[in-house]
């Protein structure tokens, strides 16, 4: 255990978490727009899942890993139509769409996956590499965690003040802000609420999908059923955490990276604990965390509530 603690055991811990939080931060930011549009998206996963599919199928038929992004982005806009249609058009529960629709995405992928392989030899491809950023790599400790990072890492962490830059700072963003909490002003205002709220869910949906896009393209070069593994569930929790405000929330984020890429290492460095334990750190904490969650102030006020005009 002694090792963890060295130099360049805590680097490699911290340029890891970056890394592992730049899935989990676009599809944070995209869920923390959905919902502040008042649709509580629980579809997240199945959004993801999507996503990473999308980019393995198009990464492996065509070679180009930025039209896998573009593919990724589309399919999660899709998803996020689908779930618009049922929660602000049907007036759907919004809890039962989005799992009915993460159960699809998991049964369809692994449907589409089979018929695409028809039994030969998985294809696989090669993702992104790190992009070294010359003179400010080479700072010591701080380089190599931060300037030595995937090209959407560095869009990843652009997306948190644009996030905030759109919610607070723009006409947008404070009509977005008036679907979660007062849609019928926006109504009565002759706007239509149901539009934006489409609007909102396809790009909330786009940025979920390209997270799951980076998590196929940027970590492995094969596809596997339930590839995303729970991550768009630690989303949710990191939106409830983080208070439903884009700096909360990136915290949140950090916060479940560190414990993944913490516990990854812990098992390359033989600890003497359980890889299952290890394996579970993430999904413990946020469990630890909902119980522990007693005020949400920040929530928004019709989130999860259907808008019918009287």
């Keep these: 255990m002694n090792q963890l603690f060295q130099e360049a055991i805590i680097v490699s811990i911290l340029a890891a978490t970056i890394r592992t939080m730049t899935p989990l931060l676009f599809s944070a930011m995209g869920e923390l727009i959905t919902q502040r549009a008042g649709i509580w998206n629980m579809g997240v996963e199945g ?43 049907l007036r759907v529960d919004h809890f039962i769409a989005g799992l009915g629709l993460n159960l699809l995405a998991s049964g369809l992928t692994l449907y589409w996956f089979q018929s695409y392989i028809q039994g030969r030899a998985q294809p696989t491809f090669s993702g992104f590499e790190n992009i070294v950023i010359p003179v400010l790599s080479d700072i010591p400790v701080i ?21 905030w830059f759109l ?33 909102a869910v396809m790009i909330g949906s786009g940025l979920t999908g390209l997270g799951g896009g980076f998590l196929m393209l940027g970590f492995s070069d094969r596809f596997l059923a339930d590839f995303t593994a729970g991550r768009g569930w630690i989303v949710v929790v990191a939106l409830i955490a983080g208070n439903w405000k884009p700096r ?3 915290i949140a984020v950090t916060a479940f990276a560190f414990l993944e890429s913490l516990a990854t290492h812990l098992q390359v460095l033989g600890a003497q604990v359980p890889h299952q334990l290890l394996l579970a750190l993430p ?3 946020s469990l630890v ?11 928004p006020a019709r ?8």
Aim: hydrophobic content about 55%; aromatic content about 10%; overall charge positive.
């Design 303 to 310: 989130l999860g509530i259907p808008y019918r005009r009287e």
């Design 289 to 299: 965390l909902l119980m522990g969650v007693r005020f949400r102030s920040g929530q």
């Design 143 to 163: 380089g190599p965690i931060l300037f030595s990072q995937r090209a959407l890492t560095y869009v990843a962490l652009l997306t948190v003040p644009a996030a």
């Design 47 to 89: 959004t993801m899942l999507m996503g990473a599919f999308a980019a393995y199928i198009v990464a492996t038929s065509t070679g180009s890993l930025w039209l896998a992004v573009l593919a990724a982005i589309v399919a999660g806009a899709l998803m996020g139509l689908i779930i618009a249609f049922m929660t602000a058009t």
């Design 167 to 199: 919610l607070y700072r723009s006409r947008y963003g404070l009509e977005l802000r008036c679907l979660g909490e007062n849609p019928k002003a926006l109504d009565v205002k002759g706007l239509s609420v149901t539009a934006r709220q489409f609007a």
């Design 248 to 250: 909360g929330v990136l």
């Design 283 to 285: 999904y413990l904490a």
